[in-house]
């Protein structure tokens, strides 16, 4: 018997105006996975992230959580129910202490009528429990936790934001695009920064275009399509260029599962919705789905399989 999904989504809806960001789009966050959802720019990604963790209202469908039916009016409310989001933007105060940046919009009080009436914060606790979140991540090379953020670089920002969203983000957590702004050596402590947060056994959604990435870490990849969710597909079971097909092939043409021709199929793809699209690899495209590798000096592409 499968487990159920921890987080998921029927049949969402979301229009601007004339423009559906999400038509009638599903999703599925299993217990203790990491699930990639990629796709085309424009194609409702984010908006699909904002209907889930409550920074925009669905027009229609459902969303449940642990089973039962949420409806998130606000990102607070989410994060309360325990979903923890960490943009891409970061959400840091770069003025603000690492400690203080941790416990943004949650500051501890101390006891008493020194914190009920005067409203005084309990440093010593907020120290303590943020050396102890960053310990937990291997995150203690920074120094000092009272230096400001501004002072970081890149990768222990986000690391203080993965931080943040693990220490709070009790049930599922969020990851849009954290290599994005990362150089090498950055973005591949973070990697290992999220596969820690795995380890505890909290789910997480990862959103990237950072195909090597994705297929490093992920369980399965959510292929996100024209506001819809084209399908679902193992990454040990189908290489870059499939996934990067599927994102970007051929639209249906004519009536319903038509495709555009030169398309070969890669077989039946988990995950898919019925009637959705057809999940084809572009023959051409495969063809032409080149990876840099340098050699001798010199930059030369193969075709990628």
């Not at 966050?29 to 669905?58: F, H, R, W």
């Amino acid at each position: 018997m499968s487990p159920e999904p921890i987080l998921s989504a029927r049949g969402l809806v979301k229009r601007y105006g004339k423009v559906t960001a999400l038509d009638h789009a599903d999703f599925d966050l299993m217990p203790g996975e990491i699930l990639a959802v990629i796709g085309d720019n424009g194609a409702g990604k984010s908006t699909l992230i904002k209907a889930l963790c409550g920074a925009v209202q669905p027009d229609a469908g459902e969303i449940r959580l642990d089973g039962a039916p949420v409806r998130f009016a606000a990102p607070m409310q989410a994060q309360e129910a325990g979903i923890a989001t960490v943009y891409q933007s970061l959400a840091l105060s770069p003025a603000l202490s690492i400690v203080d940046n941790m416990f943004m919009g949650r500051e501890l009080r101390k006891p008493g009528i020194a914190g009920s009436l005067f409203r005084a914060l309990d440093h010593g606790r907020m120290r303590a429990f943020a050396r102890e979140k960053l310990s937990e991540l291997g995150l203690m090379t920074i120094q000092n936790i009272d230096q400001t953020v501004e002072t970081l670089s890149g990768g222990q920002r986000q690391g203080v934001a993965v931080a943040r969203a693990a220490a709070f983000g009790s049930k599922v957590i969020i990851l849009d695009e954290p290599t994005a702004a990362l150089g090498v050596k950055e973005s591949r402590r973070v990697l290992e920064l999220i596969l820690d947060v795995k380890a505890r056994g909290i789910p997480i959604i990862l959103i990237s275009h950072n195909m090597p990435h994705v297929f490093e870490v992920a369980d399965r990849i959510h292929i996100h399509r024209l506001g819809r969710r084209l399908c679902v597909i193992d990454p040990k079971s189908h290489s870059m260029s499939d996934a990067v097909a599927l994102m970007t092939g051929p639209r249906r043409r004519g009536g319903r599962g038509r495709l555009s021709p030169a398309t070969k199929s890669i077989g039946p793809l988990p995950g898919a919705d019925p009637g959705a699209f057809s999940c084809p690899v572009p023959a051409l495209y495969r063809r032409l789905c080149v990876w840099p590798k340098r050699r001798d000096g010199r930059l030369e592409y193969r075709e990628l399989e």
